[in-house]
């Protein structure tokens, strides 16, 4: 089956820089890939997903790209701020469609003022 | 998007107790899944609820363990059973919105389990 490796487990920013988190997944069959921001106590929410027909796609501060070839794909978040400290997982779909889907193990990204 | 409601939001329990948790939608979705997120780890599959037939579980859980109710196309429960303090988790019920490739992930708010 499916399986997602994320790096790093943890990313200390200053406020304004740039964050980057890394997903790699084995599956070559696998098509679509979300990222999920999930505060402290509060549930997953999807922020911005890609699929395997596209290489890039952005959403204001947050980009997501996608190297089939290599199997990995990644998110971008530039000027960051203190309401972006949270832990982000990446996923990708199982074996079954879309909407089963294998996570990654999760950044915890910290945004300092 | 849908509104996806959890009941307990948080319980305490003694082990050996069994415990359900409900998951309602505020419109008709397909697909319904259970997670379970141990403290400060990832998201794992638990099962997929079927509607109208038995769920399918993932490697590494099973249906007495975990077993599943989806009687409508609304509603699951996820009960976890003679619970021991591994089980100390929060379980998400989460739904698929969309038709295949444009479906999308959605979660519940989760239910905090310790068990004592």
């Known amino acids: 089956g499916e399986n997602v490796e994320q790096h790093p487990s943890t990313l200390s920013v200053q406020e304004g820089d740039s964050a980057v988190i890394k997903c790699t997944y084995s599956d070559s069959a696998s098509n679509y890939f979300p990222w999920y921001k999930q505060e402290l106590g509060k549930r997953p929410q999807l922020i911005i997903d890609i699929r395997s027909n596209v290489g890039e796609k952005k959403d204001q501060r947050i980009a997501v790209t996608l190297n089939k070839t290599a199997k990995h794909f990644s998110l971008h978040i530039t000027e960051t701020q203190p309401e972006d400290s949270a832990v982000y997982f990446c996923a990708a779909t199982g074996d079954t469609g879309f909407q089963k889907l294998v996570f990654g193990t999760g950044t915890r990204l910290l945004v300092s003022p | 998007s849908a509104v996806i409601s959890q009941k307990p939001s948080r319980d305490i329990c003694q082990r050996g107790t069994s415990l359900t948790i409900q998951c309602q939608v505020d419109?008709?979705?397909?697909?319904m899944f259970w997670y379970r997120q141990q403290p400060g780890q990832s998201l794992t599959l638990i099962a997929t609820?079927?509607?109208?037939?038995?769920?399918?579980?993932e490697s590494g859980f099973v249906i007495d363990k975990f077993p599943i109710s989806r009687p409508n196309l609304t509603f699951s429960t996820l009960t976890v059973s003679n619970m021991s303090p591994e089980d100390s988790s929060i379980y998400l019920c989460?739904?698929?919105?969309?038709?295949?490739?444009?479906?999308?992930?959605?979660f519940g708010e989760g239910s905090r389990l310790t068990v004592l």
């Open positions: 989460s739904v698929g919105l969309g038709q295949g490739a444009t479906g999308e992930l959605f």
């Open positions: 609820a079927n509607q109208g037939s038995e769920a399918t579980y």
């Open positions: 419109s008709q979705v397909t697909m």
